[in-house]
């Protein structure tokens, strides 16, 4: 029993691994494909309007140059961000999570609240990560199809416990049909469901269509300093 317990966890962690990767890999495909065509496009066309001597055209398509390449650097630093944040074991969960909260806001029409309540808490690295990574995939679902213009995330110890709530204002969807859906697309809450369960937390989604979605994450707490 405990070896065929071992097998599927090793399963569990290298679908979340293959997952991710696939994400991620299709990501900078799509984001160094999209800048190459529009960055060469604009090269060329600037060559040609330099031959013509049309500088005034070609100073005007530099500056558009100038603006896919700022855009492009933002988006590569977005998907930096999603390999892991490098702030996240010296400045601690709750500020690195204010900064994506940030990033998403500027890109986004979102209106988010966050409320914590973790000064002087000690949270173990991988629950760390496996929170910030529900949050991170919750808004990944959030922008491409919730459509949800408020967003609540609450970050509370209560009780000897560490409880992540994340609630949207969207779409929603049918939970039931969604997770009999074996779609590569939509492995993404399978994953965050995964990752909690590796933990020994608990995770609770309830969504229904035209009324929201809300995630449920609960920790027993590891320390507190």
């Known amino acids: ?29 799509d984001e160094i494909g999209q800048f190459s065509v529009s960055l060469g ?18 100073l005007s398509i530099i500056k558009d ?20 944040p490098a702030e996240l074991g010296m ?18 029409p979102l209106n988010i609240k966050f409320r914590e309540n973790l000064a002087g808490v000690s949270i173990k690295d991988d629950m760390a990560i496996t929170l910030y990574r529900v949050i991170q995939e919750a808004f990944n679902n959030i922008v491409k199809h919730a459509k949800a213009k408020n967003v609540k995330i609450d970050l509370l110890l209560k009780g000897g416990e560490i409880i992540l709530t994340i609630e949207d204002n969207g779409i929603g969807f049918d939970t ?4 009999k859906d074996a779609n ?38 590891i320390e507190e300093m």
Request: hydrophobic share 40%.
């Open 184 to 221: 590569i697309d939509k492995l993404g809450l399978r994953g965050m469901r995964e990752r909690v369960d590796l933990l020994n937390g608990k995770f609770l989604l309830e969504s229904k269509p035209k009324n929201g979605t809300k995630i449920n994450v609960t920790f027993p707490i």
């Open 41 to 58: 496009s604009a090269l060329n066309i600037i060559e040609k309007e330099i031959s013509k001597r049309n500088f005034d055209s070609a």
């Open 1 to 29: 029993m405990k070896d065929i317990a071992a097998r599927e966890f090793s399963k569990k962690i290298l679908a979340i691994q293959e997952e991710e990767r696939h994400r991620i890999s299709r990501d900078l495909h």
């Open 65 to 84: 140059a100038k603006t896919i390449l700022a855009n492009t650097a933002e988006r590569f630093r977005t998907l930096f961000i999603d390999l892991r």
């Open 176 to 179: 039931g049909a969604f997770f």
């Open 91 to 108: 400045l601690g969960l709750p500020s690195v999570l204010r900064e994506l909260f940030s990033h998403y806001t500027k890109s986004h």
